[in-house]
């Protein structure tokens, strides 16, 4: 079991920066990749980004060039730095991770299920008003 715990969530102005950040009970190094989700009030789950295991990463259209994945492997943290943030990145963001299977790190950026993934935090809010 892994509890995954995000923090770093807020209300920023458009054009704002923020960190999330999210701390794994245990040790992720072995999964085959972690990943961040949102999802905003009344639309489905949708793929933030994806770091491999290789490290190599995976970004959602809508964020390239804005967001960086990274982590931390001796803390077990993983981050998502969020910058130059539109109003319609407000949603609340999700790590996960224990991906069940290889390819659901190697097929695009999934739907951030229960299906894909065995573990996910409760979840940190990120607001951005115009």
């Known amino acids: 079991q892994v509890q995954l715990v995000e923090s770093g969530g807020g209300s920023v102005q458009a054009g704002g920066s923020l960190r999330l950040s999210c701390a794994a009970s245990?040790?992720?190094?072995?999964?085959?990749?972690l990943a961040w989700f949102r999802q905003a009030p009344g639309k489905e789950r949708e793929g933030v980004a994806i770091i491999r295991k290789d490290d190599s990463t995976v970004y959602a259209d809508s964020v390239k060039g804005r967001f960086t994945i990274s982590r931390d492997k001796l803390k077990s943290t993983l981050y998502l730095q969020m910058d130059s943030l539109k109003p319609e990145d407000t949603a609340m963001y999700y790590c996960?991770?224990?991906?069940?299977?290889?390819?659901?790190?190697?097929?695009?950026?999934?739907?951030?299920?229960?299906?894909?993934?065995?573990?996910w935090g409760q979840g940190t809010q990120v607001t951005v008003s115009s």
């Open positions: 996960m991770s224990g991906p069940f299977y290889r390819y659901v790190c190697y097929s695009g950026l999934g739907h951030g299920s229960s299906d894909e993934y065995k573990y």
């Open positions: 245990r040790s992720t190094d072995s999964d085959y990749c």
